[in-house]
């Protein structure tokens, strides 16, 4: 795996990579059942001691795959050590914590968690855990400093704590061997991280997420050298390490794809950052999502020459049928000129046909994959310029209710009527109508888009089922958060948030209704999708 990259050695790992890739559901399950077996032991502990290191390995099998069960170990097992009364459990607990605030770019959290802590008080085996926290942050203060002045002070108080580092760890380990590379990165000797880390990987049997950060520093000082292919090589090798060792918390992978992104090689870059998009919103470590949204302006761009690509595609298609059209008319005139023979002429003719017929097949399935994409791009036109508009009158109104409010507290501000004024904004009134006049615009203006959505959301359930709205216009509780549903807002919080319910409400409701199902209950939510699709393309083609 080590030496000098070639074109063919980087194209078989990449292959290699593609195929860890297509394996990545079972990577992620076997994961998901290894912390399932973890969750058995803990459960099955019977000391608090056993408690104690039974959260701990789920704390460290959770820190990279989800940092909110990683947070939620932190919690319990300062529980359990407060309720043991082991001042070490503490400190080990309340370090935990401070670890995943910092992978999550909360800063000063860590720091008020550290500096709570001496290290006089610790135990010689946390000592490397306590550098490697402060060690950490302050390199990514350093890092996101806006500053020059503030990034050096960061950075000195960093290289003082890796020195500390360097000396609670021993020299034949995996942290000395990257604490030693990050030294000669900061120093700017390059050969001398990659001499340190080839002999470490040569030395020693890493497992595949060692492995992976390793080959991810080599992979940094390639570049800082200016050896693209070997850059190039360590990154394949370190997103390899990571899929493999099913972690979600990486860089890896969303560097690669933009380097493959400058190579041309856009089916493989969209695959990659797609891939670390998901990683990343499932493991929620804010800091990741934050570099991969500046990528967002890449995916889209690449979206957008995969729809060029196509439509150039079917525009060479029609070019090519309009060309044997052509070829087929010469074809035909020089038949009833030369008149060979009637038997020739039949032949001719058939084969003409046949491939007439294929063609003929090819364009109208290409003439149905345009319709149905021009009725897509019709209907989320149609359903933006209603809701911007519905949204700027509904702005308008509420800037003139303000101004009625501000009339009305200011009239009694003026007359010195203070107990009014109290009473006045105590009432909630003002809100209840508010949110009711709310739901009933967004009940409108629905159902001016979707004039049958009842009708049709009603067929999809059991006979007996129905939901029948209160009044004409409007929207029962459950046809609302259907409704937001057909609009593509599938996420329970965001539906929750909008409706001013509990997420469980949420999650009952669409249980409920889902039970109700006349058909496949799995399959209500894509069912719901399609109501009303195609309507909105027809109305503005017939308007047009």
Not at 55 to 61: I, K, M, R, T, Y
Not at 496 to 514: D, E
Request: charged content about 30%.
């Amino acid at each position: 795996m080590l030496g000098a990259a070639t074109g063919n050695d980087i194209d078989s790992l990449v292959r290699v990579l593609d195929s860890v890739l297509d394996r990545r559901p079972e990577i992620i399950a076997a994961k998901e059942a290894e912390l399932d077996s973890l969750r058995h032991d803990y459960a099955a502990a019977r000391t608090d001691d056993e408690r104690f290191e039974a959260a701990g390995q789920l704390f460290d099998s959770f820190k990279s795959f989800s940092t909110d069960s990683a947070y939620r170990y932190t919690i319990e097992r300062e529980r359990i050590a407060r309720r043991t009364g082991n001042p070490h459990y503490i400190a080990n607990a309340l370090m935990n914590r401070a670890d995943i605030l910092c992978s999550n770019g909360m800063y000063k959290e860590t720091l008020d968690i550290m500096n709570g802590i001496r290290r006089s008080d610790l135990p010689d085996y946390l000592h490397p855990y306590y550098f490697h926290i402060l060690h950490t942050t302050y390199t990514r203060l350093a890092d996101y400093a806006s500053f020059g002045n503030d990034r050096d002070i960061y950075q000195h108080t960093a290289d003082a704590y890796r020195d500390s580092l360097l000396t609670v760890n021993d020299p034949s380990t995996f942290a000395y061997a990257v604490l030693t590379a990050d030294h000669y990165n900061a120093t700017g000797e390059y050969d001398r991280v990659i001499d340190t880390l080839t002999d470490y990987i040569g030395s020693h049997d890493t497992g595949d997420h060692e492995l992976a950060i390793l080959s991810w520093i080599l992979s940094e000082a390639y570049r800082n050298k200016g050896d693209h292919e070997n850059r190039k090589r360590y990154a394949v090798i370190a997103a390899t390490g990571d899929m493999r060792s099913a972690t979600l918390e990486y860089v890896a992978l969303r560097q690669l794809a933009l380097m493959l992104s400058l190579e041309g090689d856009l089916e493989r870059t969209y695959r990659y950052l797609t891939v670390s998009v998901d990683d990343a919103a499932r493991c929620n470590v804010r800091q990741r999502i934050i570099e991969l949204n500046e990528s967002y302006p890449l995916i889209t761009k690449m979206y957008i020459d995969k729809i060029e690509s196509q439509k150039h595609r079917q525009l060479l298609l029609l070019l090519a049928v309009s060309v044997l059209f052509v070829g087929l008319a010469v074809t035909l005139v020089f038949m009833r000129r030369q008149m060979l023979s009637l038997a020739h002429a039949r032949k001719q003719i058939e084969e003409s046909n046949t491939r007439l017929n294929t063609l003929n097949e090819q364009l109208l399935r290409s003439n149905a994959e345009l319709s149905k994409a021009n009725g897509d791009i019709a209907e989320a036109s149609r359903v933006k310029a209603v809701y911007i508009a519905r949204y700027m009158d509904q702005c308008l109104d509420y800037i003139e209710r303000l101004d009625s409010y501000r009339r009305a507290v200011n009239k009694f501000v003026k007359h010195g009527k203070d107990d009014e004024l109290r009473a006045y904004l105590k009432s909630t009134q003002l809100i209840d109508d508010e949110l009711d006049a709310f739901y009933d615009n967004f009940d409108t203006t629905f159902l001016k888009l979707y004039p049958t959505f009842v009708n049709d959301f009603n067929g999809l359930l059991a006979p007996g089922e129905a939901l029948e709205p209160r009044k004409d216009g409007s929207l029962t509780a459950e046809l609302r958060i259907f409704a937001l549903i057909r609009l593509g807002i599938t996420d329970s919080r965001q539906i929750a948030k909008f409706l001013r319910y509990s997420l469980t409400t949420i999650y009952n409701y669409r249980t409920k209704i889902r039970n109700k199902a006349r058909g496949d209950r799995n399959n209500l939510e894509a069912e719901v999708m399609l109501i009303g699709r195609y309507d909105l393309a027809s109305a503005e083609n017939e308007a047009s």
